[in-house]
């Protein structure tokens, strides 16, 4: 009798809560319990709760055909701030992360197949801005960088899996910037040089990993100077060298 009673119970509960989802008021706005079915898959699109046109709490959407959950997102604050996990197909874990107004802000993190985090990015205003790094599965940072207004700014290093530097120097409004230098493992210069907005300039120095004797280029707006151009910038260079120590 128990269970019969637990049973009806329960369908009485689908039966309600059928009989009242996706309802609107008199202007036309949604409220209460939603579910979004896909016409040409019969598929939930997604479910959640409205009030006054509004997302209210925990929403579940779904990839389209398929009982797969894409993201559950807890809305806040009448919709305007909203925090988001998002999964892969086989509902593996793939972001986690805040927005608001729409737009991914403060910071998310993204994790491999695994569940295993790879990268931490901070956005403001759907724009990435601040720190960004990503990581070794073991957790060892592998890069990090500035952002600001959505570009790189500023310093970047990036380094092998035992925490030892594998490049640095810096950007500005999106492009290298600035002396540059990269790394053999162990510390070792593996080619080190300046850029200017994103242009080589001056001199670059690249050494061979057998500590044969380094190779130099030179460039100027962009363009690297012809081994003629190369040797007569060298000889210039020295000859003003020579002149300034007699004086």
């Known amino acids: 009798m128990k269970k019969t009673f637990v049973t009806f119970f329960f369908l009485c509960s ?6 009242n989802k996706n309802q609107v008021d008199a202007k036309g706005q949604k409220q209460g319990y939603w579910e979004k079915t896909d016409l040409a898959t019969n598929k939930l699109t997604y479910k ?9 709490g925990l929403f579940t959407y779904y990839y389209k055909g398929c009982d797969s959950t894409h ?10 701030v909203a925090y988001a996990t998002l999964y892969n197909i086989d509902g593996t874990k793939q972001a986690k992360g805040k927005y608001i ?3 991914k802000d403060s910071i998310w993190n993204f994790y491999d197949a ?8 901070n956005y403001i205003g759907g724009k990435k801005d601040g720190v960004s790094k ?11 960088k500035n952002y600001k207004n959505g570009l790189e700014e500023g310093a970047f290093k990036s380094y092998y899996s035992d925490k030892t530097i594998k490049s ?7 492009q290298f910037n600035g002396k540059c230098t990269w790394y053999y493992p162990g510390k070792t210069i593996a080619a080190q040089g300046f850029y200017e907005n994103g242009l080589k300039k001056g001199v ?9 004797k380094p190779t130099k280029e030179v460039w100027e707006k962009g363009k690297q100077l012809s081994d003629k151009e190369t040797e007569e910038y060298f000889k210039k260079k020295q000859e003003e060298k020579a002149t300034s120590q007699k004086k």
């Open 134 to 144: 990503v990581f070794y599965e073991n957790g060892v940072v592998s890069e990090e």
């Open 114 to 121: 695994k569940g295993v985090l790879i990268s931490s990015e």
């Open 101 to 103: 107004q729409e737009k």
């Open 71 to 80: 993201s559950k997102v807890d809305f806040r604050q009448d919709g305007k």
């Open 48 to 56: 959640g709760t409205f009030k006054n046109d509004k997302p209210q």
């Open 204 to 212: 670059w120095i690249y050494n061979s990993s057998d500590g044969k």
């Open 14 to 19: 689908v039966y309600i809560l059928a009989q």
């Open 168 to 174: 640095e120097g810096s950007y500005f409004n999106g």
